[in-house]
């Protein structure tokens, strides 16, 4: 359902940057689960470039019980701007989510102003993706911006909307990287540095995915899977408890 999503995702990068692979700890890169009566698959790749540190994206393939696909780029540590979020997910055909975001490492209005206003002519062009749905898992106001795409939706939408909606996010977000100045003072570097692992440590947190990882793969696996790859700056909590 979202492989075309992958495919585009992965052409823009390969076309526009130098990217080189980033390794994803023994184990973590591919998985298959026979549990239950669905078997599932989960991918993941990661790469890097100069201007982005680190690129992931993930898909889960549970034929028609599940298909998921995740990413989440994070620039380098001196460009100050939001890391793009990507989870659209659909369960049994039925159920569709879709989350599309810049996702913001402060709130502060010259931030919002920079970062987050460019989005708001192409969320107005797409109203149906930006259903104002409340968040049960994650805070609204923390990592996500005002002009997210955020929908339950239906698969002719995301063929018809979503997939237009997504080239012109990503355009956007390649030409704001284009043209954000890079940051040279330290402290200020320092303070991206702690925004993105902010970020790592929140998401790991709140992962609604933890759950659906742990039911095809283990508990086990799925704590590895979060904490030492997708959200590989975070501190499980035991541990961050441990240190107190
Ligand atoms: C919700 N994301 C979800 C849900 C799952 C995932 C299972 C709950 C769906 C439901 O309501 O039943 C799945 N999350 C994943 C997967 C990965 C993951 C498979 O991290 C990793 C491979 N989530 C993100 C990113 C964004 C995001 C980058 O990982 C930003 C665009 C958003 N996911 C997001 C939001 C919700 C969600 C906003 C709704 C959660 C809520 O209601 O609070």
């Known amino acids: 359902m979202f492989q075309p999503f992958r495919e585009f995702l992965e052409e ?41 540190r680190k690129i992931r994206y993930t898909y889960i393939d549970a034929g028609e019980t599940a298909q998921v696909f995740n990413s989440v780029i994070y620039p380098a540590h001196h460009y100050e701007m939001p890391l793009l979020g990507i989870d659209f997910l659909s369960f049994g055909k039925k159920k569709i989510l879709v989350v599309l975001d810049f996702q913001p490492l402060f709130r502060d209005r010259a931030y919002q102003e920079k970062y ?9 062009r797409y109203s149906d993706l930006a259903q104002n749905l409340e968040m049960k898992f994650y805070d609204a106001n923390q990592y996500f911006s005002k002009y ?33 100045p890079p940051l040279t003072d330290p402290e200020d570097i320092k303070r991206i540095v702690q925004g993105q692992k902010d970020y ?30 997708l959200f590989e700056d975070a501190v499980p909590l035991a541990v961050a408890a441990g240190r107190g």
């Open 148 to 180: 997210l795409l955020f929908a339950k939706t239906d698969a002719e939408t995301v063929t018809n909307q979503l997939f237009p909606a997504y080239k012109e996010y990503l355009q956007l977000y390649w030409q704001m990287l284009e043209q954000v």
């Open 116 to 124: 987050i206003e460019p989005m708001r002519p192409i969320r107005d």
């Open 200 to 229: 790592d440590q929140y998401s790991a947190e709140r992962d609604p995915a933890s759950g659906l990882f742990s039911s095809y793969f283990g508990h086990e696996w799925a704590e590895r899977f979060l904490y030492e790859f």
């Open 12 to 52: 823009e990068l390969f076309g526009r940057f130098d990217l080189s692979s980033r390794s994803i700890p023994p184990g973590l890169e591919f998985n298959v689960s026979d549990r239950g009566k669905n078997p599932a698959q989960i991918q993941s790749w990661c790469y890097q470039c100069p201007q982005l």
